[in-house]
């Protein structure tokens, strides 16, 4: 007997068939799932590979910068030290230079007028008229009485207006009075006491020109010298002398 197969079972077999294939292959989905994985993992490789070297660059951006630093904090430090360098520079020039103004104002004051006072009086001296006086007071205080009065009569005789002639007088008059020349010391110290009270030496001059007096035997111009003497300049050292002298007179 002749079997005859349906067209049925044919169709039935033929998509058995078809589905144990496509059961044994991949999925379409799966494949694609795959490949989208891939793709994100190249990405991300990518990713990190640029962030890595952008990571590298920053380091190395950092090294350079810190590298700036370091020769900016170097070259300020040299920088303050020149400043401190030249700061004393400075000061050292500022100072020569002052020394310098003052070596110069010294040396034209020895060419120059000038104010001095002496024994309380104040006047315009000139530089050599100043040396003059100062030497012979140099003389007379190291005991060189015989020079001092040369140069003292000296100084009188080329300076007749100077203000030093009251004080020079009275100098004068010591070194006389040294030598026992009572005459003459009684000139110089009557000069020096017609000079006013403003003279520092006027009641000194006072007492000594007593004490002249007394040894050129005129006790009389003594007591009336001391009495001046007291009433003048009462309180004096001078007055408190004289007033022992006046005393020893009576």
């Known amino acids: 007997m002749q079997i005859f197969h349906s067209p049925v079972r044919h169709i039935v077999r033929a998509s058995a068939v078809l589905g144990i294939s496509l059961a044994c292959l991949p999925s379409a989905h799966a494949l694609f799932e795959d490949a989208e994985a891939r793709r994100a993992i190249l990405e991300?490789?990518?990713?990190?590979?640029?962030?890595?070297?952008?990571?590298?660059?920053?380091?190395?951006?950092?090294?350079?910068?810190?590298?700036?630093?370091?020769?900016?904090?170097?070259?300020?430090?040299?920088?303050?030290?020149?400043?401190?360098?030249?700061?004393?520079?400075?000061?050292?020039?500022?100072?020569t230079q002052n020394d310098l103004v003052q070596g110069v104002d010294e040396r034209l004051s020895r060419f120059e007028p000038a104010e001095v006072q002496v024994d309380g009086l104040r006047f315009i001296a000139q530089p050599q008229e100043r040396n003059d006086f100062e030497v012979a007071l140099e003389q007379f205080r190291a005991g060189d009485f015989a020079t001092a009065r040369k140069s003292f009569a000296a100084f009188i005789n080329t300076y007749k207006q100077s203000g030093y002639i009251p004080s020079a007088r009275f100098w004068l008059a010591n070194t006389q009075?040294?030598?026992?020349?009572?005459?003459?010391?009684?000139?110089?110290?009557?000069?020096?006491?017609?000079?006013?009270?403003q003279h520092e030496r006027a009641a000194e001059a006072a007492l000594s020109l007593a004490n002249c007096?007394?040894?050129l035997?005129?006790?009389?111009?003594?007591?009336?010298?001391l009495q001046a003497l007291l009433r003048d300049y009462p309180g004096s050292e001078a007055a408190a002398t004289g007033k022992q002298l006046l005393d020893s007179l009576k």
């Open 217 to 225: 035997k005129d006790t009389k111009a003594a007591r009336q010298v």
């Open 44 to 95: 991300l490789r990518q990713r990190f590979d640029a962030s890595a070297q952008e990571n590298a660059q920053m380091r190395r951006s950092l090294l350079d910068l810190q590298a700036q630093i370091e020769t900016l904090r170097s070259d300020l430090a040299r920088l303050r030290g020149q400043n401190e360098q030249l700061a004393r520079e400075a000061s050292e020039i500022q100072r």
């Open 177 to 197: 009075y040294a030598a026992r020349d009572y005459k003459n010391a009684v000139q110089n110290y009557r000069a020096v006491v017609n000079a006013g009270p």
């Open 213 to 215: 007096q007394i040894e």
